[in-house]
């Protein structure tokens, strides 16, 4: 009776392990080939805070968010 409660406990927390692996591996394929902010959304914002961004800011930044992902 307890080596069954085990078991499907130990098959629960390994099933919720490999799925949280396998979420994680789906989002960062999903986020690298949709990434949620893009160079034109970058000009906008920076638009927005009264600055007017250079093509080399723009490229710097996006290299920043790539780097963090």
Same mark, same amino acid.
């Given at each position: 009776?307890?080596?069954?409660?085990?078991?499907?406990?130990?098959?629960?927390?390994?099933?919720?392990?490999?799925?949280?692996?396998?979420?994680?591996?789906?989002? @960062?394929?999903?986020?690298k %080939?949709?990434?949620p902010?893009? =160079? @034109?959304?970058i =000009?906008?914002?920076?638009?927005?805070?009264?600055? %007017?961004?250079?093509? @080399?800011q723009?490229? =710097?930044?996006?290299?920043?968010?790539? %780097?963090?992902?």
């Amino acid at each position: 009776m307890l080596h069954d409660i085990l078991l499907v406990l130990l098959g629960l927390v390994i099933g919720a392990i490999i799925g949280f692996l396998l979420a994680r591996l789906y989002m @960062k394929k999903y986020l690298k %080939k949709n990434p949620p902010i893009n =160079e @034109k959304m970058i =000009e906008t914002m920076m638009s927005g805070m009264g600055r %007017k961004p250079s093509q @080399k800011q723009v490229k =710097e930044l996006m290299r920043q968010m790539n %780097k963090m992902m």
